[in-house]
């Protein structure tokens, strides 16, 4: 950047491939673009006319075994094979001893929360920058969702600030990959082998992200994964826990069958546990199974573009890409995220540049608010259930402690793209830096 303009050489630096292999970076090619131009929210002309790319996409050589499952009449995993192949396959991809495949995302973390005891009165520490199932599952189990603020930086869980929100009824760390970004899961373990704490992942965004090298949602005691309509392997409603233990998994397996006798849970009686359906159906692993054939080709293009928009967009004031954690990490890039520091762009507000953005033709959002204070918190803590289980000093406490500067900040200033962007092609990437130097140059038009 030079005198808040983007410098030329910069803007046709090869972007390095890192770990990728096959795939390199073209040189970036958008420099040519007039960036003064008048902005289409004003009445100009959009950088993009063009139409993104369409999600979910159905390949329809598996339409042979949807066909040939309907007309069997197999249709739970009870009578067929598609479930348990799902099972065998996912795990072998996330290099994990075992996966059960559930109903959805959320009832992955239901069954996982159940089978490592977390009970009513219990405290579970938990990440309040995420979707709203994270923390309704605690509540699902009567426990108390204990937020630890976010690190704008990294849009992640700030680890340094875990073990000042242990009390005794701590019982779980819940720490949340979102948007498919590593969390530092060594910092997490250690934590929780030194308290005693079982670890749940929120993978649900996190499908072939890695920390050091491993697959996130194989890293704590159980990793849970959603494969809801708009996730990066989707099958309409979907998830899956994947886990290391067998017996533990035998424990899973059972809960989310009714209860029943499986593997190292013995047949003492038809239902030794307390247990749940969440059963997934065998459509839902055939789709699985179909969309799997995609997923590690995707994820590398998405990668490659979502370092291709970190190295350009840097270079803009005022966006700040997000800070991947240290080390041999890759982000499974649900959702490309950055920050939008108002005050680089002469004070517009971030609704003000996402509009803007939008009229260019760049399909953008602001991510998530601050969950922390919605509704559903202060009607679970005042429902009779919970001031049963948890004493008039202790929500009081809870309470005066719902202060989370470092996620209301990243609640102010972030913007997101879908995780569909980052399939297009390298010229998508320069519409996409192109618009926001158009903005960035333009700025004192909006202010
Ligand atoms: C971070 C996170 N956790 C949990 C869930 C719940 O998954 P599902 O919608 O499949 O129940 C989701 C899904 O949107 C999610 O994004």
Redesign the pocket.
Known sequence: MENGKISRRKAIATVSAGTLGALTFQPFSAFSYNTTKKLAIHGGEKVRNAAWSDWPVWDTSAETDVTEMLRSGRWWRGSGEHVAEFERKYAELMGAKRCLATA????A?LVAMHVLGVDAGDEVLVSPY??I??YNVIFMNKALPVFVDTDPETFLINTNKIEERITDRTTAILP?H?YGLPVDMDHVNSIAQKHDLKVIE?A??AWLGEYKGKKLGTLGDLGCF???NSKNLPTG???AITGNDEEMMDRCHSFHNCGRPFGSVPATSDYPLRGSNRRMQQIQAIMLLSQMERIEKDAEVRLANARYLDENLREIPGIVPCKLVEGENRSACHMYPFRFISEKFDGISREKFIAALRAEGIPCSSGYGPQNKDGLIEEALNSRGYKRLFSEKRLKKWREENYLPGNDQLCREAVTFYQSLLLGTHSDMDDIVNAIRKIYENRKSLA
Not at 104 to 107: A, F, I, Y
């Open positions: 959805s995302g959320t009832t973390l995420t979707f199932a994270t949340v979102i929120d649900c965004q959603s494969f809801q409603e979907g998830g």
